[in-house]
């Protein structure tokens, strides 16, 4: 692959594009997307679509770019750019590199002392974190989760303390598990909001505990799916109640740990000592012998 060679390194260009209206286009996208000697897209074919929209023509040449020939094509891109090529790389909605392709394309170009720059655009992330209702001023985005429920489950756990407000990206075939698995590990009255097509013609934002979502969800949910979960209230020994101590050892057991381990972890994360969580577990196991329905507990 060959760009425009000028006889000094090229540019590499992030560009940003519509998650949902296309009015939302950066006024920088159509001028790139003309003057680029490659626009690398994730889909030709929606690129398609975004250039007539913007009434714009490329003149430089089109090539795929996504996740299933992201390794191989990153090599042929990184010499065109230290041919002098300006190389314009657009994923299927949002900023490249944030759950799309794009980090290996960065990297490599860095690693070439090639220049990097950026056409911002509308952001899921962050339209989703505004409209909300939660707090904003420290956030952690954590993508998309793993698509087993062990995996998934080990994954929330290791978050489950997290004292910034979460933000994850969900198929919407799969809500309905993932919230259901965020209310187990994260509990039940836990706040969050799910954002559906944002921007587009149905969008909607649903707000509520986790628990509450859950049910929710269960009765099916269309769309691009943003889920927006609150950080872990902050608590003293006190604020924890056996039946939570049990539910936190459960769902330690329940991604793969043994019962010793997990007593241990949720007594180091709550401040009691490793005595009153294992008595509490223990009742709990006593509570369930002695009939079905006196506790949710453990086996």
Known sequence: MTGTVTGTTGTLVLAGTPIGEIADAPPRLAAELAAADVVAAED?????????ALGVQTRGRVVSYFEGNEAARTPELVEALTGGARVLLVTDA????????????????????????AVPGPSAVLTALALSGLPVDRFCFEGFLPRKAGERLGRLREVAQERRTLVYFEAPHRLDDTLAAMAEVFGGERRAAVCRELTKTYEEVKRGPLAELAAWAAEGVR?????????????????????????RVRVREEAGERRKEAIAAVAAETGLPKREVFDAVVAAKNAEREGPGRSKGLS
Do not use: C, K, W
Request: charged share 30%.
């Open 44 to 52: 030709t074919r929606r690129l398609r679509r975004l250039t007539q």
């Open 94 to 117: 949002g900023m490249p590199s944030v759950s799309d392709p794009g980090y290996r394309l960065v990297a490599a170009a860095v690693e070439r002392d090639v220049r990097v720059t």
């Open 223 to 247: 769309g691009e799916i943003t889920v927006v979960v609150s950080g872990a209230p902050e608590a003293g020994p006190d604020a924890f109640d056996s039946a939570e101590l049990v539910r």
